[in-house]
């Protein structure tokens, strides 16, 4: 069944209004998967909060002409779904990544972060990418180790103290 005029401009519009509030995005090769195999991905991209959309490459630029995502419209050919990252950047290449390593007839061809587009090979370096929580887990880490030394010396002073005041009782002692 052909799009009309309106479900065009409808799916131009919620693909960019996606794009505007997304942190990165991965467009990768589906030909050959099956039915199943794309209802799979998307239960797995939901779950990761990845907004995931086959669209028509022209549709596809339009949607991301006015968005830092418009570097990759010069990469939209042949059959592509467009994985958006809603939390963090680099959940859409996580979950395309651990889909394609079972699926070998997903080919990730390129994907996008803060305007910059990066070659289809970066996507290990994206992946990799922590979290939310993660980010602020190491952040809290890495504010809290100052402070903990900072303890351990002011602690270390009075026991260095009273070793001191040992070793002259023992030494009057002897």
Do not use: W
Not at 123 to 138: H, M, S
Request: net charge neutral; glycine share 6%.
């Amino acid at each position: 069944m052909a799009l009309t005029l309106e479900d065009k401009k409808k799916i131009v519009s919620e693909v960019a209004a996606v794009a505007s509030d997304a942190h990165s995005v991965v467009a990768a090769e589906y030909h050959g998967l099956t039915v199943g195999e794309m209802t799979e991905l998307r239960v797995k991209a939901r779950e990761s909060g990845v907004y995931l959309r086959v669209v028509k490459n022209n549709l596809a630029k339009l949607a991301l002409a006015d968005t830092e995502f418009s570097c990759m419209s010069e990469g939209f050919v042949g059959p592509l779904v467009l994985a958006f990252s809603q939390e963090d950047p680099g959940s859409a290449a996580r979950v395309l990544k651990d889909f394609a390593k079972e699926h070998d007839k997903l080919e990730v061809k390129m994907l996008s972060v803060g305007g910059e587009l990066l070659a289809a090979s970066e996507i290990d370096r994206l992946a990799k990418l922590p979290t939310r929580d993660q980010a602020l887990a190491i952040l809290a880490g890495t504010l809290r180790a100052p402070v903990e030394k900072l303890a351990r010396t002011f602690n270390e002073v009075p026991g260095k103290l009273v070793r001191t005041v040992a070793a002259v009782r023992d030494s009057k002692a002897a």
